[in-house]
């Protein structure tokens, strides 16, 4: 079967389903295909993370992560309202022992330049009192902090765009991008129920691609570069990291969110206690880092290795010294991407142009991607609008 569409989005996970119903808004005339290689939506990196809606705090002033989040955060807020989303903005209070101090500080005056203006700072007996289970020396409390249920978002996100007009193909894999008619279109090779023996190969040309695919996202853009599409920038290096969650049994000690300062090395933001919209606590994630030559999404293992349960627990004793490690157990994991490189990474949003088509490829869409998803559909319509390939 082979059809034409305006805009093809790869990858119905939250940025995709966020960008489809952005776009189709946006661009009411044009026809907008969604293709998702699972049996459904939002089953990799969006159904696999703490569920937290951030406020802003780590990412580098004027940032995409940051300017994204910061004004995701608004939306979000005001797009769960709308639409009987569930979500609970419970805040969120990062502690730090002695000599984390100067951490803190600089958390605080990173966050005021990023826009997050209603942080507090905690002393001791502050924070005993918000949450008594934890021992920490100092801390900051920030009210905007929540936590959603991503599921329920996305299902939102879902019948908006459908109810619109936006077609979606689930259990379909992108399997080939190449230009054609002298780079007027982009025709994808699609193959639906890939992973069965009833595959079918189909064909749909388009004048706009859109990479949402995130695990997969860098191999689609170094395809169409193969292909020789130019690049409006070097493509990044990119690598995939787990990250483990352990439940914990039982009444949570908490009612907040309780983040230790981040890793010094850069790799995570450390073990935190977070809750789903029940109450239930969970801990993580770590950041486990996997081989280069796994980077298959066919081979991967969302296991959670109950021998990890001992790293857990010596990180979460320094700020919750009662943990009683027989109450945690293996939940589930997730996989990210991250570029690679020295410092902070942003995201990337590269690009590929011809005479009348182009492709907009989203890299390395980690955390706060979901917090920032309704402010980066936005952040895409603009782009596709300075494209001038609908106007």
């Not at 991008?177 to 780079?183: L, M, S």
């Not at 070097?234 to 908490?254: D, E, M, T």
């Given at each position: 079967m082979n059809f034409e569409v305006d805009i093809c989005i790869v990858g119905a996970g939250v940025c995709g389903l966020a960008i489809a119903r952005q776009l189709n808004q946006s661009l009411p005339s044009s026809s907008i295909a969604l293709i998702e290689q699972a049996d459904s939506v939002g089953q990799g990196t969006s159904s696999r993370n703490s569920e937290v809606i951030h406020a802003g705090l780590y990412y580098a002033p004027d940032s995409l992560k940051a300017r994204l989040c910061v004004a995701g955060r608004h939306l979000l807020y005001e797009y769960c309202r709308q639409y009987q989303v569930p979500v609970r903005q419970i805040g969120k209070l990062i502690v730090a022992q002695t000599g984390e101090e100067d951490t803190l500080s600089r958390i605080a005056d990173n966050a005021?330049?990023?826009?997050?203006?209603?942080?507090?700072?905690?002393?001791?007996?502050?924070?005993?009192?918000?949450?008594?289970?934890?021992?920490?020396?100092?801390?900051?409390?920030?009210?905007?902090?929540?936590?959603?249920?991503?599921?329920?978002?996305?299902?939102s996100l879902l019948e908006q765009a459908r109810g619109n007009g936006v077609m979606l193909a689930l259990a379909t894999r992108l399997s080939?991008?190449?230009?054609?008619?002298?780079?007027?279109?982009?025709?994808?090779?699609?193959?639906?129920?890939?992973h069965r023996k009833s595959a079918e190969t189909s064909r749909v040309s388009c004048r706009l691609l859109i990479n949402c695919a995130g695990l997969g996202a860098l191999a689609i853009a170094e395809r169409l570069h193969q292909a020789g599409v130019?690049?409006?920038?070097?493509?990044?290096?990119?690598?995939?990291?787990?990250?483990?969650?352990?439940?914990?049994?039982?009444?949570?000690?908490?009612?907040h969110l309780i983040y230790p300062v981040p890793d010094p090395t850069g790799n995570g933001l450390g073990i935190h206690a977070t809750l789903d919209m029940a109450g239930n606590c969970r801990f993580g994630p770590d950041v486990e880092q996997l081989a280069h030559d796994i980077n298959n999404e066919e081979v991967l293992d969302l296991s959670v290795n109950a021998s990890r349960r001992d790293m857990f627990a010596k990180q979460i004793r320094r700020y919750f010294p009662a943990l009683d490690e027989s109450r945690l157990v293996p939940d589930y994991a997730g996989i990210r991407t991250r570029i690679t490189g020295d410092g902070f990474q942003d995201f990337q949003i590269a690009e590929q142009q011809l005479e009348s088509c182009a492709a907009i490829h989203l890299l390395g869409i980690e955390s706060p991607g979901l917090t920032a998803s309704l402010a980066l559909a936005k952040h895409i319509a603009e782009r596709v609008w300075q494209l001038e390939l609908f106007n």
């Open positions: 005021r330049a990023s826009g997050v203006e209603n942080l507090q700072s905690l002393n001791a007996s502050q924070i005993a009192s918000l949450a008594p289970a934890v021992r920490a020396d100092t801390g900051l409390w920030s009210p905007s902090t929540g936590i959603i249920d991503s599921h329920e978002y996305m299902q080939d991008v190449r230009p054609e008619d002298n780079g007027k279109k982009l025709e994808l090779e699609l193959t639906s129920n890939w130019a690049r409006s920038q070097a493509l990044p290096c990119i690598k995939w990291v787990k990250g483990n969650y352990f439940a914990y049994q039982g009444r949570s000690p908490f009612s």
